[in-house]
């Protein structure tokens, strides 16, 4: 059982170039989220996805898209990255608001 | 606006003392508090509290919902070297919606 995964682990990037950070779960959750950390501080929302076919904007969207593909898979677009964008990015998920959110290991984002 | 405040930013503290841990929040419609600890890695789960689970313990750990302060507080006796991590408290915002606002952690290193 995976449970959250993501990839890549590690991603350098130019400013200006892109990218999609990929998440999926197989724990048959409903709802998909992506975080961003950075140092010293909390964990922020960037995009959610309460259920298949939907997403919702979180704290932080600005500079990024998201795509829930299907149940499984939810994927964190930067169209051109900025170095604003560097940090650890997080995607989660949750079978319901009677449970606790399932973290992936987390992609370390740097943008040059 | 939703909010989530954690208290204090960060603490040290020696092998055997007694911590505790802050969380104010400020959400309509509250259903659910989660403490999270997170080492060098993604967020792993603690406690959740709920109007019907105020209260919750586990071996050192213990949490209380005080929810005519808005608050909640994460107690660890006995510390620690292991228990160094960032602290993570969690609220789901007001109206259901399924987003999950963070605060920004408590640090917290316990020296041998």
């Known amino acids: 059982n995976a449970g959250v995964t993501q990839t890549p682990k590690f991603q350098v990037l130019k400013t200006g170039q892109s990218m999609t950070l990929q998440c999926a779960q197989d724990m048959n959750h409903n709802s998909m989220y992506w975080y961003r950390q950075d140092p010293g501080m909390g964990l922020r929302l960037i995009y959610y996805?309460?259920?298949?076919?939907?997403?919702d904007k979180g704290e932080v969207p600005n500079g990024y898209n998201v795509s829930r593909l299907n149940k499984r898979e939810f994927s964190l677009r930067l169209e051109s990255a900025a170095p604003s964008q560097t940090s650890v990015y997080f995607c989660?998920?949750?079978?319901?608001?009677?449970?606790?959110?399932?973290f992936g290991p987390g992609t370390r984002l740097t943008v040059l | 606006e939703d909010k989530v405040v954690q208290s204090p930013l960060s603490l040290v503290v020696h092998e055997g003392d007694t911590v505790t841990l802050n969380c104010s929040y400020e959400v309509t419609n509250f259903r659910s508090l989660l403490w999270y600890k997170q080492e060098k890695k993604a967020p792993t789960f603690l406690f959740m509290l709920?109007?019907?689970?105020i209260e919750k313990k586990s071996g050192r750990l213990s949490s209380i919902l005080d929810k005519k302060e808005l608050s909640s507080i994460l107690n660890i006796t006995a510390t620690q070297t292991g228990d160094s991590a960032i602290y993570l408290c969690a609220v789901e915002a007001s109206g259901g919606t399924y987003k999950y606002i963070f605060g920004t952690g408590t640090r917290l290193k316990v020296l041998a």
């Open positions: 989660a998920s949750l079978r319901g608001l009677a449970d606790t959110q399932y």
């Open positions: 709920t109007s019907s689970g």
């Open positions: 996805s309460a259920s298949e076919g939907t997403t």
